[in-house]
């Protein structure tokens, strides 16, 4: 099973940016299709951004359209999540996570791999 590892969270202020990384270990990203979710203190997950095993399948979600911009480099085993123009209502626990077989992109029980997620907090 993959092993994921996100890294590049901090304190921003309102309209920085941040890149998160997913580094992944255990097997060949190419595999997975990865999704980006976060969690804001006592609020449900939720989707943020996903990648299919194609780069030409990417979801957004509607609040993050044209802010973010998720990428994945196989030979690498990574994916990211470019964040800009942040704002505060972007802070949360952002966590990646993989999955083999279909997904959808919003509903994270349809992925079956996480990291131990990364904490992003914007200043306003």
């Known amino acids: 099973q993959v092993r994921l590892v996100e890294s590049g969270g901090g304190l921003v202020q309102s309209g920085g940016s941040l890149r998160l990384s997913c580094q992944a270990s255990g097997a060949t990203l190419d595999a997975y299709a990865i999704g980006w979710f976060r969690q804001a203190p006592g609020k449900e997950r939720e989707g943020v951004a996903s990648i299919g095993r194609s780069t030409t399948s990417i979801w957004y979600r509607s609040s993050v359209k044209g802010r973010f911009t998720i990428s994945r480099d196989n030979t690498k085993n990574s994916a990211y999540l470019q964040m800009n123009s942040l704002k505060p209502e972007d802070t949360g626990v952002y966590y990646c996570?993989?999955?083999?077989?279909?997904?959808?992109?919003?509903?994270?029980?349809?992925?079956?791999?996480w990291g131990q997620g990364t904490q992003v907090t914007v200043s306003s």
């Open positions: 996570a993989a999955e083999r077989g279909l997904i959808s992109p919003e509903v994270a029980s349809s992925f079956g791999s």
